[in-house]
């Protein structure tokens, strides 16, 4: 659905109504204006309700798609992305990526850090003043494993609220699984059985068994309607790094770090079924992490990452293996120094790729399909699909506007 290259679509712009005929056209409705001032009036109004603006010489003049946003605040990433729908996906215009770690020690104290929450807030802010100058007419602002976890998360969604004028969503471990399957719906191979697709993210991971024997969807929207088993793994980047300690990871270390997550996978509801589902129709793994798309820029050998090179990317089994044992190789020095790394991920990527390790481990696919997309992809494409953008209006009816206001469900409560 993610379309950066094409032109935005907007309407086709219209023909104002010669003056001579103008009149004509009024009297097509339920009665005429009886004067000059009154046809004006009307005119602005019909003009308003088929989404026209008015210029000064009163001629109707097209506008741009909306503009739609999505927000999300995780354990250790705080993005935004802004977007307009196009006639077959969505044009990114905007977009804001920071590492903030604000589940920082989470894993020790169950609260969230005065320095976390500072970090936060002035990423948060950034956000919103992207928000203001794109004049953003609908959007959707989530928190996830951080702010559902935390005892004190109630005090810092007011302060962000009172001192950032955001009210986030902090959504339920389905709705992040189902979001981030919305989000990969693209990636999905046409004519398979089915697909696991799993969210390495901060303080949790989710994992979610999409079973197309019985139909596939055919809008990209509708793809969580397909999952047919999901599961939230109370462990992430930041808190295996905390557990197990993400910078001096000897192999030993590793497999310390993987057998931890397998305990945990062994709770999956159908996990037997899934497995048995395997043995029958080959499945493939669709992974969408700061982990996965790290370890696809380390195999692809690339000086700096490249996101048009590794969203899409196929990877065999043999080949994350061979990744991930020259990355267990490496030193935490080399890891910093990597420029598909960094400082800021140094020390959960490996933890990261411990846990990937253990869902290849758990459910063996000879292919991977790697995911530069996610959870905001998933909030632009439920949104739009909402506001039906990509429906084609037949006979009388008429594409419907989004309203200038932030998207709210009633899902906004921690679990």
């Known amino acids: ?50 989404g026209f603006r008015h210029s000064p010489n009163n001629s109707a003049v097209s506008q ?41 020690g989470l894993t020790g104290s169950g609260r969230l850090s005065e320095d976390a929450m500072d970090r936060t807030i002035d990423a948060l802010r950034a956000c919103k003043a992207k928000i203001e100058n794109q004049n953003v007419t609908r959007f959707r602002l989530i928190a996830t494993e951080a702010c559902r976890s935390a005892e004190n998360a109630p005090s810092f969604l007011a302060r962000v609220e009172r001192e950032v004028g955001f009210s986030l969503e902090v959504v339920d471990r389905q709705t992040e699984a189902q979001l981030a399957v919305t989000g990969c719906a693209d990636l999905v191979e046409p004519g398979v059985a089915g697909a ?52 001096n990871v000897t192999p030993e270390s590793f497999e310390e770090m993987v057998a931890y997550v397998l305990s945990h996978l062994k709770k999956f509801r159908g996990r037997e079924k899934l497995k048995r589902t395997m043995e029958e129709h080959p499945l493939h793994l669709v992974g969408t992490s700061g982990t996965v798309t790290t370890l696809a820029g380390l195999h692809l050998g690339l000086d700096r990452y490249d996101r048009s090179k590794v969203d899409g990317l196929w990877m065999r089994s043999d080949q994350v293996e061979d990744t991930m044992r020259v990355l267990i190789n490496m030193d935490y020095e080399r890891r910093k120094a990597n420029a598909c790394i960094g400082r800021d991920r140094a020390d959960l990527v490996l933890p990261g790729c411990a846990i990937f390790e253990a869902i290849r481990r758990e459910w063996p696919c000879e292919r991977i399909r ?21 429906s084609k209006p037949t006979g009388g009816q008429r594409r419907r506007r989004p309203k200038l206001t932030q998207h709210t469900t009633n899902q906004g409560t921690a679990s």
């Open 64 to 104: 741009k798609p909306a503009l739609y946003g999505a927000l999300d605040l995780g354990t250790n990433n705080c993005r935004l992305l802004l977007a307009r729908p196009t006639a077959v996906g969505f044009k990114v215009v905007d977009g804001f990526s920071r590492i903030v770690r604000l589940g920082e």
């Open 370 to 390: 790697v995911a530069d997309r996610g959870l905001r992809e998933g909030i632009l494409i439920s949104l739009m699909s909402q506001d039906r953008v990509w």
């Open 1 to 50: 659905m993610v379309d950066s290259n094409r032109p935005v679509v907007g309407a086709k712009k219209q023909r104002s109504t010669p003056p001579e005929d103008r009149s004509n056209s009024i009297l097509n409705g339920s009665s005429a204006p009886k004067n000059a001032a009154n046809a004006q009036a009307t005119n602005k109004k019909r003009a308003r309700k088929k």
């Open 196 to 247: 696991i697709v799993f969210d390495i993210g901060g303080g949790s991971s989710e994992l979610a068994w999409l079973d197309f024997r019985g139909g596939r969807p055919k809008s990209p929207g509708k793809m969580a309607s397909s999952i047919r088993s999901w599961q939230s793994l109370p462990v992430g980047v930041v808190s295996i790094a905390e557990k197990f300690d993400g910078v």
